[in-house]
């Protein structure tokens, strides 16, 4: 444990020189953001909500898709960079993708690309299973 | 540079130290894949000419399928041929399905059921997620053991439902005759809530997986389709 502690210590001690190492090259594309959908579990057809939870880095469109490689909407984010999407769910039940990335037009480069986010769309009927 | 080497022996130090403490250690995710056609072509051999059968998803879903490892080994993303678990009887039944018919997804959820112990128990990653108590088959109509999948989840539409608020189909079937024609169904096997929360713990359904709601509820706000179902 007194092992763990120490290269813990080390880690962190290290972590901040190397950052700021980091930072003095080109701005590198951020990755793994993190967004929030609602709800968990959605009906077939029925709206969906997506909430940043880390920002764009600033002013730009954010870009959606339901499948990779295909978009399916645009906004543009609020002045801190933070945006909503709103959509109705796939018909289809099972489990959805949700892409999204940040980017200064639809041919730009993606400036920072959230975290895929999975969710499960139910079909409302009445199961035949064995009870 | 010799600050990055320090840093690595750190950092392989306290993954070594950390997988030591039996977090998930040893852990292998699965691999779903989701059908993109209407009708899924089953080979019977790798390569070979001529399908098997096809298998349809249905109405309201697309067709999914445990990837079968051997081993624990990875599973090879680029190959041209999957073998995978199939949704049909007898349960196990496997064979080959073409990668350029389905979408590869990685799932890191697993969960197995001890029937002795009236248990299930939700890994992620490797680690325990949550354990709970269920209902499983009676003794004329047990549970079958075996490695199944999640491959539907519904939502009952009346409220008070014998399934509770939802119901996950798995592979596999029941293998009595007494459960194969349940509520006109074809015997296929689920995990669901209940509306008799007094059943969980016990040996009381046809063949079926009783949780209590607020699991089936963690569960389906959770659990990708295909999610592996190991019964013991």
Known sequence: MKQMIGALVLLAALAGPLAAETDGASPAQQTSLLARLTPAYVNAGGPVTVNSIDPCPQVMQVFWSLGPGALSG????????????RFNAPTGAGVSPFFAHCAFGANGNAIAIYQQIDFTIVARRQPRYTG | MRALIVVLVAAVAIAALLGGSGGGGGYTPSWVATAKVADVPVYGLR????????????????????????????????????HVYLPIRPNGSGGWIRSSDVTLRRNDYRITVDLDDHELTLR????????????????????????????????????????GPF??????????????????????????????????????????????????????????????????
Not at chain 2, 53 to 76: I, M, W
Request: glycine share 12%.
């Open chain 2, 47 to 82: 390569g070979a000419p001529e399908p098997r059968q096809h298998l349809a998803s249905p109405e309201d879903a697309p067709l999914v399928f445990l990837v079968r490892t051997t081993d624990g080994r990875e599973v090879d993303l680029d190959a041209e041929w999957l």
């Open chain 2, 124 to 163: 992620h990653r490797g680690n325990v997620q949550l354990t709970t108590p269920i209902g499983v088959g009676t003794s004329n109509m047990p549970t079958p053991g075996g490695v199944y999948y999640l491959k539907e989840l519904l939502e009952p539409p009346e409220d008070d439902d014998l399934y």
């Open chain 1, 74 to 85: 645009s906004t543009v984010t609020r002045a801190d960079g933070s945006w909503t999407v």
């Open chain 2, 167 to 232: 119901a996950y189909g798995l592979s596999g079937f029941s293998d009595s005759p007494a459960a194969a024609n349940f509520r006109g169904g074809d015997g296929t096997l689920g995990i669901h809530g209940t509306n008799d929360p007094s059943s969980i713990g016990k040996d009381v359904s046809h063949g079926c997986i009783r949780v209590p709601n607020d699991v089936i509820r963690h569960m389906a706000s959770t659990l990708p389709m295909g999610t592996p179902v190991e019964i013991d």
